[in-house]
Nanobody
């Protein structure tokens, strides 16, 4: 019943910015961590950024200094502010969450949102 829904993807020029959002809904007892992964055509899904319930963040080297992950615990939402976008950032971005649903702790995934960086 837990669902993650991403939004905010789209087409942007190199050097531009986008802000992705991911809202978790359903039976949620505790969100231990949320994060963003991405998958480009022909490549495996890779970690972009994560944030724990304590606020600790982790970023892939390729996005450090350009992307910022944040969260709103009241809204059960995680954000990814993407600045100075490059063509290499083009991918489907997936939201991920480590959630205890009241019965157990599970890993959930969103449906993905397309980010295309092109001139």
């Amino acid at each position: 019943q837990v669902q993650l829904v991403e939004s905010g993807g789209g087409l942007v020029q190199p050097g531009g910015s986008l802000r992705l959002s991911c809202a978790a809904s359903g039976p949620i007892f505790t969100i231990y961590a949320m994060g963003w992964y991405r998958q480009a055509p022909g490549k495996q899904r890779e970690l972009v950024a994560t944030i724990t319930r304590g606020g600790s963040t982790n970023y892939a080297d390729s996005v450090k200094g350009r992307f910022t992950i944040s969260r709103d615990n009241v809204k059960n939402t995680v954000y990814l502010q993407m600045n100075s976008l490059k063509s290499e950032d083009t991918a489907v971005y997936y939201c991920n969450a480590d959630i205890h649903n009241g019965r157990g702790r599970y890993d959930y995934w969103g449906q993905g949102t397309q980010v295309t960086v092109s001139s």
